[in-house]
């Protein structure tokens, strides 16, 4: 009984020593009675005041919200951001400024070494039918990370394959031509993101595995199910065992024209890629802090990556969580809540290329022996929000799930086991850090990601704000109650 009063009545001495008083005069049956009718009624006291406080802190930012006019002046003034580029260097003085505006007590950089990869030019291509005089244009985007052709560009026929293992199928067709891969992006999936880890291993893996063959180049279909012909960009990773070759994303419609006409003569297409690496650079996260009254050496985390690709002004990926994150600071601060653990407001550095930003954080993370209590990070778009997803323990799971009745009212209705973001991602496998994602709708974020239609008009100030909304509520529940 000792034990189960430590656990229930901890948090009201006064009750407690009520209790035990009353204890003196009255059978344990009774006692224990008694003991439930207080708890309950503290934890009504307490799930009032914590609804009261998140009302509050959701009309703060649906009424006086920064978070769509800073993403504006983001996408708009300074647009694509890729590690490196122009772009990164305003975007983080554009977010040490935020920061300072949002109500940061602290706002510093933390220096980082990021990778310079420059796509170098336009990148073009067209395909040409066996007997046909004319090439006619195919709408592409050279992978990131990926080599150019060179000035002359590629000429070669090219073999489509639907999969990997239709690739080793026909391992001995490949050399010389210019392999186009052809997976379709699983409509079958209800969560987009479950389709888009399927098919992302073709632009990772693909040119490197076509390479091993002896191909040239490499056409990867986009990973997406959109109904324009934009092609999306991302990331491809070379193994250092096989010669580097140029690669490119190609727009749905034309992957389904070109997949047509090879299916019927010889097809040769004509490409030209500019990319290539500079020498790496200096890129920065940039970090608010709102200082712990209890525990000032104990951190959570809440952040967004400030770079994007080159070829879009990186509106839902990621500026709608670095926004979001900065305007999780101004409601907080706006509404005078003094948190007692430090809170800080990270926009991480090249995740899209490199993830040395996550990195960093986590190696200074370990070297300073700090304490990470939490981690969450909005980096799937600004849409309506519907779930949170967390990474724990069980215990910390069921803490977590015990919050939904009050967050759900502003959208989240579902909990989920599993969360996170590649920018935490290093923090929670050197930490053991639990580690939260706000996962939005997902059914359009595919159709713009790594597109040039990730734009600020793509997103919706109602929708990205909700999310701040969400997330800001299960920051405030981790920092007042612990995970
Ligand atoms: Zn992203």
Redesign the pocket.
């Known amino acids: 009984m000792r034990l189960w009063f430590a656990v229930y009545l901890k948090k009201n001495h006064l009750h407690l020593m009520f209790v035990l008083t009353l204890s003196k005069f009255v059978n344990m049956q009774k006692l224990f009675f008694i003991a439930s009718f207080f708890v309950a009624a503290f934890q009504v006291k307490a799930q009032n005041a914590d609804s009261i406080f998140i009302k509050k802190l959701a009309d703060e930012i649906l009424t006086n919200g920064k978070a769509y006019e800073n993403l504006r002046h983001l996408t708009k003034q300074i647009g694509g951001r890729l590690a490196g580029s122009p772009g990164m260097v305003k975007s983080e003085q554009w977010g040490m400024i935020v920061m300072k505006e949002s109500g940061a007590e602290k706002a510093s950089m933390q220096q980082c070494m990021v990778p310079h990869w420059v796509r170098g030019g336009e990148d073009q291509a067209s395909f040409n039918v066996q007997g046909k005089k004319v090439y006619e244009k195919l709408d592409v985007v050279a992978l990131g990370n990926s080599i150019g052709t060179g000035k002359n560009g590629v000429t070669a026929e090219v073999i489509k394959v639907n999969s990997f293992d239709e690739l080793e199928k026909r391992k001995d067709e490949v050399k010389g031509k210019i392999v186009f891969y052809n997976y379709k992006f699983n409509d079958t999936y209800i969560n987009t993101f479950l389709a888009y880890r399927d098919a992302s291993q073709y632009r990772g893996q693909g040119p490197s595995r076509a390479a091993k063959y002896g191909a040239k180049a490499v056409i990867v279909r986009s990973m997406s199910h959109a109904a324009d012909n934009n092609p999306h960009t991302g990331a491809t990773r070379y193994d250092s065992a096989y010669e580097k070759i140029p690669a490119v994303a190609i727009g749905l419609r034309d992957a389904d024209k070109l997949s047509k006409e090879i299916e019927k003569s010889k097809v040769t297409v004509r490409m030209q890629t500019n990319g290539q690496f500079l020498p790496d650079t200096i890129g920065h996260n940039i970090i608010g802090e709102l200082i712990g009254t209890e525990f000032p050496k104990e951190y959570i985390t809440v952040g967004?990556?400030l770079d994007?690709w080159d070829n879009c002004e990186?509106a839902h990926?990621?500026g709608a969580?670095c926004v979001q994150t900065m305007e999780i600071l101004r409601a907080l601060k706006a509404i005078g809540y003094r948190p007692k653990h430090t809170i800080r407001f990270v926009l991480f550095a090249n995740?899209?290329n490199g993830l040395r930003g996550g990195n960093k954080y986590a190696e200074e993370a370990v070297a300073k022996n700090e304490k990470h209590l939490f981690a969450m990070e909005s980096?799937?778009g600004g849409f309506t929000p519907r779930a949170l997803g967390l990474s724990g323990s069980e215990e910390q799971f069921q803490k977590f799930l015990s919050w939904k009745p009050l967050i759900a009212p502003y959208g989240c209705t579902e909990f989920n086991k599993g969360g996170g973001?590649?920018d935490i991602g290093p923090l929670s496998r050197a930490l053991k850090t639990p580690t939260a994602s706000l996962n939005p709708d997902s059914q359009r974020y595919f159709d713009i990601?790594h597109a040039r239609s990730d734009v600020f008009e793509a997103v919706n100030k109602r929708e990205l704000e909700l999310g701040a909304v969400n997330m800001a509520a299960l920051i405030y529940l981790v920092d007042k109650y612990g995970l």
């Open positions: 967004g990556h994007s990186g990926d990621d969580g995740e899209e980096d799937a973001g590649a990601h």
